[in-house]
Each structure stands twice: as C-alpha cells, then as structure tokens.
C-alpha cells in the first residue's frame, strides 16, 4: 500500500468515509454520527426557544408605547432613550445600589453558614446527624410561597417577640442565609474529599476548624463558585418577599423596581423591558465569566450520598 493510499485509510477520508471535523483541543477527528441528528435537532429547538423571550424582551425595549400596543417584532425606529428614561424614572440607580448590597451580604452570610453546617454533616459523626440531615432535604418539597407568611409574621414579631423588622435590611438578608439545596451541595463536595487528608491533619495535631480553614476551603473554589453565582441569582430576581415586607423605596431590590412601571392606565411595557434588560445584564456578565467554575462546581459535587 502507497503512503497516500495509508494516509488516505488512517484519516478516514475517501468516498465512502463519514465526514468528521478534526477538535481544536485534543487534535482528534470526530466523526458525525447520523444516529445523533434527533438530538442536535432537539437542541436546537431548545436553544430557540431559550432566545426568543431575551429578543422580544431586547426588541421591546427599543420600541415606542405604541410599537408595543400595535405588537410590532422589531421597532421601526431604536428609542435608545428608553433606557435613560427607566433609569432615571424608576430611581434605578437606588435600587441596583440595594440589590448589589442585599447580594453581597446574604452571599457572605451563606457561605459562612453553609461551609460549616455542609462541613459538620459530611466530616463530624454526632449524634442524630443522619437524621437532620433528612429532615434538611425534606424541607426541599415545601414550597416557597406557603413559608411566606409564617416569615412575615416572624419578621413583624407576632410570632417571637423580638420587636418589628419590616422594611430593614437584616429582615431582608438573614432569612437567606441558609438553604437546604446550598448546604447539600456543600456536604456533598466536602465527603468527596480523601480521608487520607484528614488523617494526615490529625498527625499534624490540626482539629476541625484547622482542617477546614487551610485544608478544605482552599480545595473548595468550584463548589463556593456554583454556591455564590446561585444565590446571587435567586437574591437578584427576588420579588416576592421584597414587596411584601418593605413599604418604602430605601431597601427595595431592582425586581421591585421594576413594578414602577406598572400604572393604572396599563404597563409601560417598553419601559418595563428597558428595566428587564438592565436587570439581567449582571447576571448574565457574572455567569459568562463564572460558567466554568459553575459546571465544575456542579460536577464535583456530585449527587452521591
């Protein structure tokens, strides 16, 4: 057999070889798989679906009030200035100044609460320990909603006397610094970690809280990474329990801002779009630069027990 006739066997290529693409990482050839097509088709579907709400929301941000009633797809001219308008309407600056600020403390507050208790039930043997555990992840199936009024009437005092903390910036973090789904996902990176380290710690003469602060947490980027970008998420689109326990604009996050432009005589849809893009350009920015770490994190974890 000639080289070219060599080459030609060991690259695949020729008239009856399946096309292939050769990746940029490993160097490679992949080959496309015709049994695979159902799947690319359905993932394209899904990405479809997944973009259209960002460009209606991204193309209504640009319309006038009457391209939005005459249900226009794209607007006939780009009103840039709807987004100055939201801005300063809706007094964005004072609520992305209290969003970021909620953001920061209640992720500061989980970390914190979640490295140690995630810690304590995957690494401490006590008493009940198993138990509790259980009783954590049940609390998973209750819905968010029927936990509303029992925190409000905690929050107001009826139910602990410990005085009124509506519309105040503890009542609006401290009811955030644990979650069930956050401490499970830590518990479940820290048993990932090898025993050999712990006993190594001990030889050293290093208790818990020293294997922990210089051994785990080090070891523990991704999963503190996928922890931070997930409360930063759910504590960004918060709407409910903002509007429900504030009555004042001083503590209100940009999810209840964005109800400015809900009026009487009907929404200010191309303004309230304005607000939505606004919105959700942090979030966005954050995950493009965090996704790796995320999927890491999530990887890591694992959903062993």
């Not at 003469?205 to 991704?222: D, K, W, Y």
Request: no cysteine.
């Amino acid at each position: 057999m000639t080289n070219r006739g060599l080459l030609r066997r060991r690259t695949g290529s020729g008239p009856s070889a399946p096309a292939f693409k050769r990746d940029q990482a490993s160097g490679e050839a992949v080959t496309f798989q015709w049994s695979h097509l159902p799947l690319y088709i359905a993932l394209l579907v899904g990405a479809f679906v997944s973009f259209v709400p960002f460009f209606y929301m991204g193309s209504t941000s640009l319309m006038t009030l009457g391209d939005t009633i005459n249900r226009q797809v794209l607007p006939d001219v780009p009103q840039w200035t709807n987004y100055v308008e939201a801005w300063t309407d809706a007094r964005f600056d004072l609520y992305l100044r209290n969003s970021v600020l909620l953001s920061a403390i209640t992720i500061l507050g989980m970390l914190f609460t979640s490295t140690l208790s995630g810690y304590a039930f995957a690494r401490i043997e006590f008493p009940g320990r198993n138990v509790i555990f259980v009783i954590l992840l049940s609390t998973l199936m209750i819905p968010g909603t029927v936990t509303f009024i029992p925190q409000f009437l905690m929050v107001r005092g009826d139910v602990i006397p410990w005085g009124n903390h509506l519309d105040t910036l503890h009542a609006l973090t401290v009811p955030f610094f644990a979650t069930a789904f956050i401490i499970f996902l830590f518990r479940q990176f820290f048993a990932e970690i090898p025993k050999e380290l712990w006993d190594s710690a001990r030889i050293d003469g290093a208790g818990h809280l020293r294997f922990l602060v210089q051994i785990v947490i080090p070891m523990s980027r991704p999963i503190v990474m996928t922890a931070t970008l997930l409360t930063f998420v759910n504590v960004w689109n918060e709407f409910m329990w903002p509007l429900l326990i504030t009555y004042t604009p001083t503590w209100r996050p940009l999810g209840v801002g964005l109800y400015t432009f809900i009026q009487e005589a009907g929404p200010q849809t191309h303004l309230l779009m304005a607000g939505s893009v606004i919105t959700i350009l942090p979030v966005l920015v954050l995950y493009f630069f965090t996704q790796k770490q995320f999927t890491e994190g999530i990887a890591t974890s694992g959903l062993k027990g």
